[in-house]
């Protein structure tokens, strides 16, 4: 559970939420990223940390420089606590429609 908070209070910035996002479509270097954000170089780069201090984004080498991209293991942790609220939610559904079924199939009862 304390992935699933360091990785839920690291979105809590938009900034690093438009990084994530920016990672979706594939790794890219803090140049790349902070030309299409209105963030400078280094902000980029404190961002970065935050997120692969929380699990939702790796790192590598090439060259002199550094690629990120989201590491889908931190998202599989934040899915799974989120998934249990929708299984809740499908599971109080599911009964609604049943409950409203026997009460339309009812004998006796007009529609």
Not at 7 to 23: I, P, Q, Y
Not at 27 to 47: D, F, G, N, T, Y
Not at 57 to 71: F, S
Not at 85 to 90: C, D, K, P, R
């Amino acid at each position: 559970m304390a992935n699933v908070n360091a990785a839920l209070a690291s979105l809590a910035d938009s900034t690093r939420r438009n990084v994530l996002e920016r990672l979706a479509a594939g790794p890219a270097s803090v140049k790349e990223i902070a030309a299409e954000l209105p963030v400078s170089r280094p902000a980029v780069s404190q961002h970065l940390k935050v997120l692969k201090e929380a699990g939702l984004v790796r790192d590598r080498a090439e060259g002199t420089r550094r690629v990120y991209q989201i590491d889908p293991a931190g998202l599989g942790a934040i899915r799974a606590w989120l998934d249990q609220f929708w299984a809740v939610a499908l599971d109080a559904f599911k009964a609604e429609i049943e409950r409203q079924e026997g009460t339309r199939c009812k004998p006796g009862k007009q529609e």
